[in-house]
């Protein structure tokens, strides 16, 4: 049985909602990417490793924009 996990970074959801402008202005800014993740983007990570990755397994996916 594989299994891996996706290690997601800052995203576009309701988590964020509560922040202030500056505060997420600068939370894209830090990162490489340049935005925030979007809610898809991590639905597309977990179906393809739990679809489309048989041989992946034991592994930490970073799905971040590069924020370190």
Known sequence: IPVNAGARGP???ELHKGMSHAD???LGVEMPAGRRGKAEEGADLVYH???KSSYLTGQVIGLDGGWI
């Open 24 to 26: 997420l202005t600068s």
């Open 11 to 13: 995203s576009d959801t």
């Open 49 to 51: 490793l739990a679809y």
